[in-house]
């Protein structure tokens, strides 16, 4: 290793070998010591700077340091390399010096804020403790620490498993035998996500907002509110229908009365009637699957027909509600198709019903007035009116097959054929004018 001149003679004896530590600090005759190296370098001109000239600047203007001007030829001498000289690293201050780098600060304010983030997330929140010692900031500590021991004591949230679990337990012990299923229906509803989202992340937490309304929406279930209500909604012929109290719930029955209309030959934008529209699945449905068709909807109660009006503006259908009892004053010689999903439910089976059926949805479209067949008497007889060859689709309900051939037979309408529903029992009667 190279000596420089005034260095100390190397030593003598085993050690002579040995590598002498290196020295920080700084040359003699230009920092005496850190206290000096302070009090020079407190002004911003004094702060040390990177490259050759800036080594330079500050030698010159140390004590003893040589250089006449910072531009100067002695500087700019004094700034070049000299052989066997180690470079001084910047950040190699002695201890205690004042810390002048900018980049030191800034990592030493990174490391205090990591370090009171992982406080407050370890404690969820941070009391503020105001100055003083006075009673108001007494009694200001006194309620953060309360507030700090609420949260520390508050019950972790449910997960998605949890809440589920329970609730099916629950609704598997009802008296009207509520799906199970039904919990997935209602808390992927107040998530927002789907059932196989729902399943997917069964291990997360449900906010404490969401878990609250859905133990609401389960209440209500477990009374015997239909799960359609709770929802507001009900999916037909695969197109989601508002539903409420003021409508009865969409069948898949209903859904043979529309298949078999379909099949029907009708002119070209031919004009439709739906009898006793209630939400609108039947006049909505026809209006978005047959190209042309105008269709007038028929309703006694005020309510059923916003509610068909409001489906058909959501699912872009025209069609035209018309409050009338079934299709009175209605000129029927002018349509070429009429289908109609009437009340056939004798008043006297009303205790055989479910409760979620009969303490809930509405009588009126659920009871025919006196028997079960008077609707159905009285919607045939106005039918005479149809054109000869104009179809006539009724809904009917378990065993009235019979009674609906001789109210046909008594009107003048020839009976086509029956439609049975998945379990097999006749549900459409299709008719036709003679």
């Known amino acids: 290793m190279a000596r420089r001149s005034g260095d100390p003679p190397a030593p003598a004896g085993p050690h002579r070998n040995r590598r002498p530590l290196p020295d920080h600090r700084p040359a003699a005759g230009r920092l005496a010591d850190h206290r000096t190296a302070g009090f020079l370098l407190s002004r911003r001109e004094d702060r040390p700077a990177d490259g050759p000239r800036g080594r330079a600047r500050a030698r010159s203007r140390l004590p003893g340091g040589g250089g006449r001007d910072r531009s100067g030829s002695a500087g700019r001498q004094a700034a070049r390399r000299r052989p066997g000289v180690a470079r001084q690293r910047r950040d190699r201050w ?3 010096a004042p810390d002048h780098d900018a980049r030191r600060r800034q990592l030493r304010d990174l490391r205090r804020r990591a370090r009171d983030l992982e406080a407050a997330r370890a404690h969820r929140i941070r009391p ?26 508050a019950p972790e949230p449910a997960s998605v498993r949890a809440l589920l679990t329970a609730a099916r337990a629950r609704l598997a012990a009802t008296p009207f035998g509520a799906p199970p299923r039904e919990a997935t229906l209602l808390l992927s509803r107040i998530l927002g996500w789907s059932e196989a989202q729902l399943l997917a992340r069964d291990g997360e937490a449900v906010p404490e907002a969401a878990a609250e309304r859905f133990q609401a929406l389960l209440e209500r279930r477990l009374t015997g509110e ?6 507001g909604e009900r999916e037909f012929y695969g197109r989601p229908f508002r539903v409420d109290p003021r409508v009865l719930i969409p069948r898949p029955e209903t859904e043979h009365l529309v298949e078999a209309a379909l099949a029907r030959a009708l002119p070209r934008a031919p004009l439709l009637l739906d ?4 939400s609108g699945i039947l006049a909505v449905t026809l209006a978005l699957e047959i190209p042309g068709a105008r269709v007038v909807a028929t309703d006694l109660s005020f309510g059923a027909l916003a509610v068909a009006a409001d489906n058909a503006r959501r699912l872009g259908a025209h069609l035209m509600p018309v409050r009338t009892d079934l299709a009175a004053g209605l000129d029927l010689s002018r349509f070429d198709l009429v289908v109609s999903n009437p009340p056939y439910i004798d008043p006297g089976e009303a205790p055989s019903l479910s409760p979620e059926v009969r303490e809930f949805e509405p009588h009126l479209a659920l009871f025919a007035p006196g028997r ?3 609707v159905l008497e009285r919607l045939f007889g106005l039918c005479t009116g149809l054109r000869s060859g104009v179809r006539l689709l009724v809904e009917i309900g378990h065993g009235q097959l019979d009674t609906a051939r001789r109210h046909a037979e008594a009107s003048d309408l020839l009976f086509d054929e029956a439609v049975p529903d998945y379990a097999g029992i006749p549900r459409v009667v299709i008719l036709r004018r003679r």
């Open 94 to 96: 002695p201890s205690g």
């Open 128 to 153: 503020p403790r105001p100055a003083g010692g006075g009673p108001a900031a007494r009694v200001a500590a006194a309620l953060a620490d309360r507030r700090l021991a609420a949260v520390r004591s």
């Open 226 to 231: 239909p799960v359609a209500y709770l929802l």
């Open 275 to 278: 009898v006793g529209t209630g």
């Open 372 to 374: 079960g067949d008077s």
